[in-house]
């Protein structure tokens, strides 16, 4: 787990989940896949997780709960961002209700103990059972009875967090789903429209085509964008115009709008210099010249949205 992530949208990673199986274009190069392979294949928290083949490791399917890392949120005493299970995916298929219900009430405990309390961001690219399982009129009851049973196996007898009913659905839990292109985009965001949560965001990251979002983004239900390039050794580029017309239509829509990452590839009218060229259809072209220096400006400046 890390204590402090380089993730720019982020403070901190909990990853009580380790673990995932590939769902979606947007997973061919999944960061958190290659490093439990590799350099984790040995800590308890990735044992097992994925199977090598001649690609590579590859998720399967396997996942941990990582029970000791459970309480780390309420360790820390000062508000943080806190991005939820950043090397897998807290609605895949295979992780039992139980491990939802506690994550829930730990964000829960977080909310009524706290006097300025952290904020959790959840994203999955598993929007049906996001939508499962907020939308399940039971869940609010459960976890209620898990923050009861975790403040005390947590925090101790006798604390606030003991009794509290949490307000539903937790005001400090931002929702969000992560859509690489549009038919991605289209089968997921009336999931997380029909989802309880106090905010709404989009992951387009790793960005891999144009997304026409105007529609959804203009009934005032979402309430931030991120979007990046994709980075890493066989990066797919972004093209710019991708990313400036996602900008506009948050900015048209009064949606927040973060821009992380040109990726590996950046704008041949903003570099000098060499290096492998791609032209997409519309003209435009991009250089590969590493994720530094392409860096996370768009029109010659950063991008740093967030919701309110
Ligand atoms: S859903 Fe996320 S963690 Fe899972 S394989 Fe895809 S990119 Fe990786």
Known sequence: MADKSKIEWTDSTWNVITGC????PGCKHCYAMKLAGTRMKHHWSRKGLTTDTKAGPVWNGQLSFNVPWLAQPLEWTRKRLIFVNAHGDTFHE????????KIFAVMGLAFVTMDDPHIFQVLTKRSKNLRAYLGDPETVYRVTAMMKQLSRELLGDGLPGENAAPDWPLPNVWLGVSCEDQPRFDE????????PAAIRFFSFEPLLGPIDAKGPLSTGAFHWAIVGGESGANARPMNP???????DQCQAAGVAFHFKQNGEWVSVSEVEGEGPWHTFDD???????GKKAAGRTLDGRTWDGMPA
């Open 21 to 24: 199986s590939v769902v979606s």
């Open 241 to 247: 115009q991708w990313a400036r017309d996602l900008r």
């Open 283 to 289: 003209g435009r072209s991009v250089r590969r010249v």
């Open 94 to 101: 295979n992780v039992p209700v139980d491990w939802l219900d």
């Open 188 to 195: 997921r965001v009336a999931d997380l429209y029909n989802t």
